[in-house]
């Protein structure tokens, strides 16, 4: 039986999200849907699919699902298109919200600048150094490998990391230095299995392997191809800040 789903596409500093509010529980098989509705070229098209539940002691749940279906998994770039969202469309209109994600609770914050919200979970920073690469592995929600470059342009990076991707079942992130705490980045996401304009936790782990192991100082600054990132730590707490908009908004049938 055919169904129409209302949705907001929303644009997080590159990434392009597709916005259901799902606080009635109408869509249960997210993984199909994901796939469906991001197909560029044949669909809407879309990094991922974010659904908005209800979440007791919480303002609200986001679910983030890949292109591919896979997830739910903690997005960055997601959780502030997450946050537009929510206070765009009047779903909480409190300017500072706290939200459940796959990866335990966040605070976030709308700001007329931007959305900031904070980067949890923080875990294992190992370093690599084998004959393919030597760079770092860290994971802030979601498993990311970090790597220096100084030719960060001419990085092959559609045919160098997807081994890498798989080797570590992570997202592969490259880093170039610019000046005093500002950096230059590409990421290569999995899920998406293809280089995205920014990923929000991919700078923010690259934002702990600069300030931990490059002598680097917060807030860092890393410019994606989509936007800027800042990463600052406040009170012990990573905070993830950039722009977001609302791209559109429509309805499809399925």
């Not at 469906?36 to 749940?61: E, M, P, T, V």
């Not at 709308?110 to 190992?126: A, E, P, Q, V, Y």
């Amino acid at each position: 039986m055919s169904k129409v789903l209302k949705f907001w596409k929303v644009q997080a500093a590159g990434n392009d999200f597709i916005m259901v509010d799902n606080r009635e529980g109408l869509y249960t098989n997210p993984d199909e849907l994901a796939k469906l509705l991001c197909k560029r070229r044949l669909s809407i098209g879309a990094d991922g699919l974010i659904l908005i539940d209800n979440c007791k002691d919480y303002d609200f749940q986001m679910k983030y699902y890949n292109a591919d279906g896979s997830g739910p998994v903690m997005c960055g770039n997601g959780g502030r298109a997450a946050i537009h969202f929510v206070y765009q469309s009047g779903i909480c209109q409190k300017k500072e919200m706290r939200f459940y994600a796959p990866d335990g609770p966040h605070s976030g914050i709308f700001h007329d600048s931007g959305i900031s919200l904070t980067i949890s979970n923080l875990t294992g920073i190992k370093k690599i150094q084998t004959e393919n690469v030597q760079g770092y592995y860290i994971n802030t929600g979601a498993p990311h490998l970090v790597i220096t470059t100084d030719d960060i342009k001419n990085i092959d990076i559609e045919n160098v990391a997807p081994s890498l991707r798989k080797d570590y079942d992570a997202n592969v992130n490259y880093i170039e230095h610019i000046k005093t705490n500002r950096w230059k980045i590409r990421t290569y996401e999995r899920g998406v299995e293809g280089e995205t304009y920014a990923c929000g936790t991919g700078a923010t782990a690259s934002a702990c392997i600069i300030t931990d192991h490059l002598a680097g100082e917060f807030p860092v600054i890393l410019d994606a191809i989509g936007g800027t990132l800042t990463i600052n730590k406040i009170e012990k707490e990573l905070w993830l800040h950039g722009p977001s908009t609302k791209v559109f908004e429509g309805s499809i049938m399925i």
